[in-house]
């Protein structure tokens, strides 16, 4: 089944901001404004120079975010709503996850000289602004049929395998490593031995779930045609010698719709939050009296 692919209606508009405002905050903050920050054969650029750069670029999309941001704010406060630190850690996973983890995730914003907890703050603002839409949209039983019924492909399962491995150098150790399994020797301890595979040796060479495309082919081939219980013999890929054990099969099956309900209505309160917010920031805006001075 394939991941379900949730939009953050105001995230990457907060991002932006903060990219901005760090950049605005170096330069008002680091000496006078008029200051140099670059020179061509000795002609200076000014802090003014780029400061007014910046605004002409970005400054009134940076403007309205900001005050979007504090529209969902106030509105929050007047009508009760918080977000807790559990539903903020639970979108938090979510993001991580389209980054393939939370490391790659932290290196990511490293870059931008950003942190998790310049996300957490846009996602905490995120989670009000759910909240506040909710209330608005509703997603009926007939709808959620017709979405099962147009994608049921997504919500097919593929076969699965769960494996383990030890990586090695080469043919003649794997047959030594192979020979102690046979003999009895524990699968996890001697992963943790020999295995070069630094990803999972600590695992004892667990891989989980495997579907097929994820792995380069010799080993895909080997890992799909294995029987549950059975050590290979010495699997040789680009990255060395494989033993593996399959230790068990999820065979293909057709996806539900009793199972995947749930799920479809996420999605498309999703869709229908994303295509409310718009009217509802409009009514808002038109609400609270906003003042922009830039």
Sequence with gaps: MQQNNKTYLIVLSVLVVILAGALVYVLVSSGSQGGTVARVDGQAISKNELYDLMVQSNGQAALDSLVNEKIVEVESAQNNITASEDEVEKKLEEVAGYYG?????????????????????????????????IGRISVTDQEIEEYFTANQEMFDREEQVKARHILVDSEEEAQDIRQKLVEGQDFAQLAKDYSLDIQNKDQGGELGNIIRGQMVEEFETAVFTLPVGEISQPVKTDFGYHIIEVTGNIPAREGTLAENKEEIKDILSA???EAEYSPWLEEMLEKHKVEKFL
């Design 101 to 133: 983890g939370l490391d790659i995730l932290e290196q990511s914003l490293a870059n931008y000289n950003m942190s998790l907890k310049d996300v957490k703050k846009d996602l905490t603002v995120q989670v009000k602004l759910e909240k506040l839409l």
């Design 271 to 273: 869709q229908k939050m």
